[in-house]
């Protein structure tokens, strides 16, 4: 009876560790691990994200074989130790105070901080475990699942995604995880459907444009550098963008001496952007057009000036991108400045 005493209680905080360690692997388990597991064992990772996704039937497959593991097991374990010690009353208290603290120690606390600090060794490991746990418990599962969603079906919960990572950024950042470079790259690449493009573009009264019935040659008797990659091309005043011309393609013509060649020649289609849609919608609108160039219009269709995935990418980043032999010049800056002159110039008037 000893033997089956002693079977009674490692049977109890067997499966309840079993359990204890698989929900907190379960609850803990990011996407990202979830990505590393396919790739290295795709069959288990393919489970493990199903069983992430339905988390509240692997929730309550867990939690129910826990319960009765624990419940059976309790009434067991007393049930055979009145029957071994019948002389000594108190025999009841001293064991369930006993499984209380073996169940607590050894079925709870420490089965759930090792799911929790070793998920991504245990992952491909358990499961299978977690497999055979939702299979058993299927029929009972699925019944508390549909009792949870009756009851609860007029609660809903919302989550913001965006402001959790945000907080995570930033406590991962006093924490050392993340730089302060980091958290702004985060900060910025999730702001970019709240910030318009008018923020971030080159404004018209400083864009730099080249007529479109220009040659290679008369173009290069006036400008001896040709200061961007991309170039909006223009009929006959600048707020009539016609196109876009790459310099690599005047330059590769200057190089095969075809100075009679017109601009227009080699400009590709512009693509335009209203000023009041968001960095992200210019972004989208790149990746679709397969573009690095946009030419911003307002409402009227008039030209306010240029966006380009490069702007997108500064804004990102934080910082302005320039090669060492750049002039460096900020055309949003210099905008700035034109603008306040005009109204200081106004004022004294």
Same mark, same amino acid.
């Given at each position: 009876?000893?033997?089956?005493?002693?079977?009674?209680?490692?049977?109890?905080?067997?499966?309840?560790?079993?359990?204890?360690?698989?929900?907190?692997?379960?609850?803990?388990?990011?996407?990202?691990?979830?990505?590393?597991?396919?790739?290295?064992?795709?069959?288990?990772?393919?489970?493990?994200?199903?069983?992430?996704?339905?988390?509240?039937?692997?929730?309550?497959?867990?939690?129910?074989?826990?319960?009765?593991?624990?419940?059976?097991?309790?009434?067991?374990?007393?049930?055979?130790?009145?029957?071994?010690?019948?002389?000594?009353?108190?025999?009841?208290?001293?064991?369930?105070?006993?499984?209380?603290?073996?169940?607590?120690?050894?079925?709870?606390?420490?089965?759930?901080?090792?799911?929790?600090?070793?998920?991504?060794?245990?992952?491909?490991?358990?499961?299978?475990?977690?497999?055979?746990?939702?299979?058993?418990?299927?029929?009972?599962?699925?019944?508390?699942?549909?009792?949870?969603?009756?009851?609860?079906?007029?609660?809903?919960?919302?989550?913001?995604?965006?402001?959790?990572?945000?907080?995570?950024?930033?406590?991962?950042?006093?924490?050392?995880?993340?730089?302060?470079?980091?958290?702004?790259?985060?900060?910025?690449?999730?702001?970019?459907?709240?910030?318009?493009?008018?923020?971030?573009?080159?404004?018209?009264?400083?864009?730099?444009?080249?007529?479109?019935?220009?040659?290679?040659?008369?173009?290069?008797?006036?400008?001896?550098?040709?200061?961007?990659?991309?170039?909006?091309?223009?009929?006959?005043?600048?707020?009539?963008?016609?196109?876009?011309?790459?310099?690599?393609?005047?330059?590769?013509?200057?190089?095969?001496?075809?100075?009679?060649?017109?601009?227009?020649?080699?400009?590709?289609?512009?693509?335009?952007?209203?000023?009041?849609?968001?960095?992200?919608?210019?972004?989208?609108?790149?990746?679709?057009?397969?573009?690095?160039?946009?030419?911003?219009?307002?409402?009227?269709?008039?030209?306010?000036?240029?966006?380009?995935?490069?702007?997108?990418?500064?804004?990102?980043?934080?910082?302005?991108?320039?090669? !060492? !032999?750049?002039?460096?010049?900020?055309?949003?800056?210099?905008?700035?400045?034109?603008?306040?002159?005009?109204?200081?110039?106004?004022?004294?008037?």
């Amino acid at each position: 009876m000893i033997f089956t005493f002693t079977l009674a209680i490692a049977f109890t905080i067997g499966v309840s560790a079993l359990c204890s360690i698989l929900e907190a692997m379960i609850l803990s388990t990011t996407t990202a691990e979830i990505e590393g597991l396919k790739k290295t064992h795709p069959k288990r990772g393919e489970k493990l994200e199903k069983y992430k996704i339905e988390l509240a039937e692997t929730s309550s497959a867990i939690l129910s074989l826990n319960t009765i593991a624990n419940t059976l097991g309790a009434t067991m374990v007393g049930g055979l130790a009145v029957k071994i010690w019948p002389e000594d009353a108190n025999i009841l208290f001293k064991v369930s105070a006993a499984m209380a603290l073996a169940i607590l120690f050894f079925s709870e606390i420490i089965p759930k901080n090792m799911g929790v600090l070793y998920r991504p060794a245990l992952q491909p490991i358990l499961i299978y475990p977690l497999t055979w746990v939702c299979a058993i418990m299927a029929p009972l599962s699925g019944i508390v699942a549909v009792l949870v969603r009756t009851l609860l079906k007029s609660a809903e919960t919302t989550t913001d995604s965006d402001e959790e990572i945000l907080l995570l950024a930033e406590k991962s950042a006093k924490e050392g995880t993340l730089t302060s470079n980091e958290r702004e790259v985060i900060h910025n690449a999730l702001s970019l459907d709240e910030v318009l493009i008018d923020q971030i573009m080159t404004p018209r009264t400083v864009l730099y444009a080249i007529n479109e019935e220009e040659t290679v040659g008369s173009l290069f008797e006036k400008e001896s550098n040709l200061p961007f990659a991309r170039i909006p091309t223009y009929r006959d005043e600048t707020e009539n963008i016609t196109g876009i011309v790459r310099r690599r393609d005047i330059l590769s013509a200057k190089a095969k001496d075809q100075d009679d060649l017109p601009i227009c020649s080699m400009a590709s289609e512009a693509i335009y952007i209203p000023d009041n849609a968001t960095v992200d919608d210019a972004l989208q609108i790149f990746l679709k057009k397969h573009q690095q160039l946009g030419i911003a219009v307002d409402e009227f269709g008039t030209v306010s000036g240029v966006i380009t995935m490069e702007d997108v990418i500064e804004h990102i980043i934080g910082q302005e991108i320039f090669e !060492d !032999d750049d002039p460096a010049i900020d055309m949003r800056e210099l905008a700035r400045r034109q603008q306040f002159a005009s109204k200081h110039k106004s004022r004294k008037g």
